[in-house]
């Protein structure tokens, strides 16, 4: 299994800021992923964070928005960038470990974004 | 692209009830995996069973089992002798095998309540 850390846990910032959000993993992973859960909605992914390379964004998401970071294999960083009201939502980390044909996401605790 | 539904905004049943959550998908890919995974208020994604499409056999996981159908691309969630603890979000989720996009589609989500 893959024992992530995710901070903050949760925060309340002012429209026009940015928040950074960290991904650590306790093991090397091939795959990090970014999502995001808007209030009682599923989860959307936002970005594949590649290691050495830039992120991989999905339809509707742009990295000026949504820059990502990761320098290594085990640490991964989504900033939500010049913030507003409709960016609360919850964001999760995601990985994929090392692993031959078995294959299985977890999940960071999520953090809790609300923009006032 | 890649789709999941889940037809059942929510469900409530009596604690030891039998109760079978629906999930549907779409997937050009001939290998892929499925997942169900449990949201509880705490946030954090537990993943409840998966299954690998290559395989016939239905997944089980004591009290959970699947009923995979592949060729009508159907894969139903039935949780047997239901527990209070059962209440929460499952999401339904679709991974394709394909090498660097292990990337989770989720369905809609069913919120499950286990009434006492």
């Known amino acids: 299994s893959a024992v992530i850390s995710q901070k903050p846990s949760r925060d309340i910032c002012q429209r026009g800021t940015s928040l950074t959000i960290q991904c650590q993993v306790d093991?090397?992973?091939?795959?990090m992923f970014w999502y995001r859960q808007q209030p009682g909605q599923s989860l959307t992914l936002i970005a594949t964070?590649?290691?050495?390379?830039?992120?991989?964004?999905e339809s509707g998401f742009v990295i000026d928005k949504f820059p990502i970071s990761r320098p290594n294999l085990t640490f991964s960083t989504l900033t939500v960038s010049n913030m507003s009201p409709e960016d609360s939502s919850i964001y999760l980390c995601?990985?994929?470990?090392?692993?031959?044909?078995?294959?299985?996401?977890?999940f960071g605790q999520g953090t809790r974004l609300t923009v006032v | 692209a890649q789709t999941v539904t889940q037809s059942q905004p929510e469900m409530s049943v009596q604690e030891a009830e039998t109760v079978t959550l629906s999930c549907t998908y779409d997937t050009s890919e001939s290998n892929y995996y499925l997942f169900w995974y449990k949201q509880p208020p705490s946030r954090q994604m537990i993943l409840v069973i998966r299954q690998e499409a290559y395989k016939q056999q239905n997944a089980t996981e004591n009290r959970f089992s699947v009923n995979f159908q592949k060729a009508a691309k159907s894969f139903s969630l039935k949780i047997s002798d239901s527990q209070l603890g059962d209440t929460a979000m499952y999401f339904c989720a679709l991974m394709e095998a394909i090498q660097g996009a292990q990337k989770l589609v989720f369905g809609q989500g069913t919120r499950l309540t286990i009434n006492p």
């Open positions: 964070a590649n290691q050495g390379s830039e992120a991989t964004y």
């Open positions: 995601s990985v994929v470990p090392f692993r031959g044909p078995y294959t299985e996401a977890f």
């Open positions: 093991s090397q992973v091939t795959m």
